[in-house]
């Protein structure tokens, strides 16, 4: 496995290439707290071309930060970064990971080429609210990484089904494809129910969305 | 700042009659960021704890605090993460900021304190005090208390193209923001930058403003704050959430509205904020002021500030 180093602002982020290959790339994104598979999961196995899986911020091998600032906006940047290495790819995205693979795939809709929500850790984020202020300050003695903060901070990460829909509307308006989504979540949190209301996509299995985007110039 | 490096012209910009530099200066450790504390006043007297604005750092305080120091007060203000004389992050976020502002706080008293804010200073401190009510006794919000003014008035098609456009705006950013630094420029150059956030400053206060905002290198001034911080922006966070928990502060509210129009003015109308006020509230709007009133009007904002805090005892 070869692993490219990226800058993202002052984070470098680990992109790990699993498997080499011609045409366009299947970008894998871990759900929270985990870190990216060593070699190329089952359920990706018919992707023919290239895979690759980035770490995001506090995660894996990329940068820990100090005192946290975690987001789900920053980890969109981490995935964008990735895709400015990579040009055209099908992210496929875990839990928090299958958040940001919606909310890069509206933000980048000309770039990504399919995304593909799974079941994860932390796809539920912290809900549709904000919940009563409070401040979490982790164990400062805990495990380096994944950092305590992106822990706390990324499952306290609000997301208003709104604000889902409104990544959703775009990658449907300006992708050009046909599906630019493909949900395989037996989870919905709010944000996931309004998108597939919207959009009234077909819960489908992530080998038939693999399958198809594969298919996607 | 060393003074040999100036020259006369600049030394001269680096006084500003009331404006006195801070009687003491010390830097605090939050999780990993250096956070740059000033203080005016006796040590001994009662905190008012400042948090500045965004883009903002303690030296716009420098005619402000000792104003409200001569009230008896001791007036503590600390440059945010990324701001002033602070050390950069890799990250910024909301939360990162009340941490820091709680960090700060806990450096100068374990007692109940006097908690005033601009802008988003005064946002970070609401959500500071409903975090941690026992650490604060009043507060005094400088124009950022929030507004629920509705989004423009457009079709679905087009908020998508606005929210495409924003999007790909600050993802641009991150991908360079490692390696930018701030354009350097005159410190004539700097004042006029700033007068456009700021029209109603007279020249003399704003080349003050950016001897301690900005710094001298050989090429010549920039601001300080970080590079990778820029204004605007998206999230998913909505102003509503805020404005309904006003109701819920524990502690005697003085709040500050700007009524002219600015750059970086929130325009929140004290009509808009009244039925979500606490109890003990009171909300003044100030004829004539934009967005950065105790900048613009240091003697009418700390009269304001003290004869509250007076009613108070």
Known sequence: M?????????????????RAGDGRALLLLHGLGERSPREVPAYAAAWSGPVFAVDFTGHGESSLTSGGGYSAEVLMGDADCALRHLGRA?????????????LIAGARPTLVRGAILCDGLGLAGGGAEAATPSLVYPNPHAVASPDPFALVELARDVRPPDYATAFWRQANELSGLERPIAVCCAERPDWLEAVLKESELRVTTVEDAVAEYARVA | MNDSSLDSDERAAASYPGARLPDRRRTVKSFGVDLCVSEWGDERAPVIFCSHGGFDFTGTFDVFAPLLAAGGYRVVVWDQRGHGDSGHAPLYSWDADVRDLLTALDSTTREPAILLGHSKGGSISTYAIQAAPHRVRAFVNIDGMPSHRPPPDVADHERTKLLATELSGWLD???????????????????ENRARQNPRLSKAWLRYLVTRGARKDADGWRWKIDPVLRPGGFGPWRATWSMARLASLPVPLLGLLATESDPMGWETRASEVKPYLPRRAEVVEMKGVGHFIHIEQPERTAKLVLDFLRNLA
């Open chain 1, 2 to 18: 070869k692993t490219i180093r990226l800058k993202h602002a002052r984070i470098e982020l680990a992109l790990h290439e699993l």
């Open chain 1, 90 to 102: 099908t992210l496929l995205g875990r839990g928090l990971g299958a958040y940001i693979a919606l």
């Open chain 2, 173 to 191: 950013h991150r991908r360079a923001a490692g390696d930018k630094v701030r354009r350097a420029d005159t410190l004539g150059g700097l004042a």
